[in-house]
């Protein structure tokens, strides 16, 4: 099984953009750690996409041309609006 480096799914959802931030940062601290390890991996995947596609798909202007990443990304807005 492929293990999953904590501290760089930490440091790769500080993307520099704040919009990016403010949803993936509380994500990977809060969350990512009970994800189960397929999930774990997939986040670790969605990390490796532009940050203007990452926008797109967490504003809602456009949807993932990976469907796989459609649940992922509900699951990272319903923790920001359960943070909020």
């Known amino acids: 099984m492929q293990e999953v480096d904590r501290q760089k799914i930490f440091w790769h959802s500080r993307r520099g953009m704040l919009e990016l931030d403010l949803l993936l940062v509380p994500f990977a601290t809060d969350v990512f750690e009970t994800l189960p390890h397929q999930d774990q991996l997939l986040y670790e995947e969605f990390l490796e996409q532009e940050d203007q596609d990452l926008f797109k798909w967490l504003m809602g ?11 992922l990304i509900q699951q990272i807005l319903a923790h920001h609006r359960l943070g909020n």
């Open 61 to 71: 202007r456009e949807a993932p041309t990976d469907a796989r990443f459609n649940g």
